[in-house]
């Protein structure tokens, strides 16, 4: 558990990290950028594409654990926007939560 926290960890700074120096170079303007490649249809608008799926089965996942309450589609919301920023520090935080109970963190306690 004690590698897993570190990967996530190391996900969240470096992620901030990087979001910090794009937005200082380029602004804020992420939703035009993504949409606009892929409408292009090139190689970034796949990638995009692709990940937001990626992201569309996060939010999904998110509600679901959480049971389809309305804090679920909250950090669903959050997990759809804030991609691994987010879900890295909400898995770091279950891990803690659920004294690293794999099948808790990824099914809820509901579901064990």
């Known amino acids: 558990m004690l590698a897993f926290r570190g990967l996530l960890l190391t996900f969240f700074i470096v992620i901030a990290i990087y979001t910090m120096i794009v937005i200082s170079n380029h602004g804020m303007g992420l939703l035009t950028i993504f949409f606009s490649d892929v409408a292009a249809m090139n190689w970034p608008g796949q990638f995009n594409l692709d990940f937001m799926t990626f992201l569309v089965l996060s939010a999904t996942w998110l509600a679901w654990r ?22 890295s520090a909400y898995l770091l935080y279950l891990t803690f939560q659920t004294k690293g109970d794999i099948k808790e963190i990824m099914l809820g306690k509901q579901r064990i």
């Open 66 to 87: 959480n049971n389809f309450t309305p804090i679920s589609f909250l950090l669903a919301l959050c997990g759809a926007f804030g991609g691994m920023f987010f879900l």
